[in-house]
């Protein structure tokens, strides 16, 4: 087995850090082995207790203090809110620290300057949580387009649709703790930036991932809420133009309806989708993300006598070839440069931050 880093977890807010934790607890040949982790937030630090209760892992309320306390640690993973990334990316710098973000990195674009400047000659691996350039559809669609046997691209559509997780992680509603700060979606709205746009960066990455393809026009559209009482939009239709003026369609909404639970349930079928649709003068491919398949379920479900959609056994990678063997990988000098990059996070946040201004202002964004 290759050597375990040693990595410490800065918040649990973001609701993928469990999954992580899950990993390592049950995996004996996991690529990380969690030093320790903090959270103030007593559920959920409850939770993450619960879910590592097998391990040898110390617990603190102060990540700063967690810091201080393990200078063996190789990395730290970044799970807080949006809003305190930029604060933890710096101080892990200033500690020489590898690190590992959740996503977005920062949706300020001040920040997210800062931060590629910082990093321009850092000699650490930093690595952007943008999971989905390890599915096999997409690089599939990566490869297909790339080797041209599509031909020209002809356009490009792409959906990143959910349930509402604000129900029960209602920080994700928290147009502050999401956004970083507090913008209305338009002038005069009593609704903010930060919800669904934020929370489904994939889009806006996996097209330039995919097709090699920069983003130049951009024209975004949110009316009214579908969700009355969230402070954050939930839904947003956006298109535009890509180099050679190749026509793009992006839908990162919470268009799927869920039942207002205090503990995630995805009870209704299709509870998320990620559907790419590329047509090209050769060829066109699609695929969805949460391929599943259909059935009904009986009396004894969490949501009995329903029709559910349920998600596809994924195939089994090399250990190497995923988020968290990609980082190892590179910390342990086996790899040159992570597969999601800073860059490629803040690349994806600036086009996101130019659909938001498109709304807010009803006018097409250039880039």
């Not at 097998?54 to 102060?62: A, F, P, R």
């Not at 973000?101 to 850092?122: F, I, R």
């Not at 006598?305 to 349920?310: A, G, Q």
């Not at 190497?320 to 990609?326: C, H, Q, T």
Request: with cysteine; aromatic share 10%; net charge neutral.
């Amino acid at each position: 087995m290759k050597k375990q880093i040693g990595i410490l977890i800065a918040g649990t807010a973001n609701p993928h850090i469990p999954g992580y934790c899950r990993g390592f607890a049950n995996d004996p040949g996991h690529p990380w082995r969690i030093i320790a982790v903090a959270e103030d937030d007593p559920a959920r630090m409850g939770n993450i207790r619960e879910i590592l209760k097998n391990k040898e892992v110390k617990y603190y309320s102060d990540w700063r203090r967690m810091l201080d306390a393990h200078p063996e640690a190789d990395a730290v993973q970044i799970g807080s809110d949006n809003k305190y990334h930029f604060g933890m990316f710096k101080e892990a710098m200033a500690r020489g620290l590898h690190i590992y973000s959740t996503k977005v990195p920062t949706m300020d674009a001040e920040e997210g300057a800062e931060l590629l400047k910082l990093s321009a000659d850092y000699p650490k691996t930093i690595q952007v949580e943008l999971e989905l350039h390890f599915n096999p559809q997409f690089r599939y669609a990566r490869e297909l387009v790339r080797s041209g046997r599509l031909g020209r691209i002809q356009s490009v559509y792409l959906t990143n649709i959910s349930q509402s997780p604000c129900n029960y992680f209602p920080n994700w509603g928290d147009p502050e703790l999401s956004y970083g700060r507090i913008v209305p979606i338009r002038p005069g709205a009593d609704y903010f930036r930060g919800g669904a746009l934020t929370d489904h960066p994939h889009p806006f990455d996996l097209i330039r991932w995919i097709t090699g393809l920069e983003f130049r026009e951009v024209y975004g559209m949110s009316a009214r809420n579908q969700r009355g009482h969230l402070k954050v939009e939930d839904h947003a239709a956006i298109t535009g133009k890509l180099d050679g003026g190749v026509p793009f369609f992006i839908n990162p909404s919470y268009s799927n309806l869920e039942e207002r639970v205090p503990a995630r349930r995805l009870l209704w079928p299709k509870s998320l989708e990620c559907n790419l649709k590329i047509t090209g003068d050769k060829g066109y491919y699609a695929a969805d993300y949460f391929d599943k398949p259909l059935y009904v379920v009986g009396k004894n479900y969490a949501s009995p006598d329903r029709l559910i959609v349920d998600m596809a056994p994924r195939p089994k990678l090399n250990p190497d070839d995923s988020l968290a063997g990609s980082f190892a990988a590179c910390v342990r000098g086996e790899r040159s440069v992570p597969e999601s990059s800073l860059e490629d996070g803040l690349n994806a946040v600036k086009v996101m931050n130019a659909a938001y201004d498109s709304i807010y202002g009803d006018c097409v964004v250039r880039l």
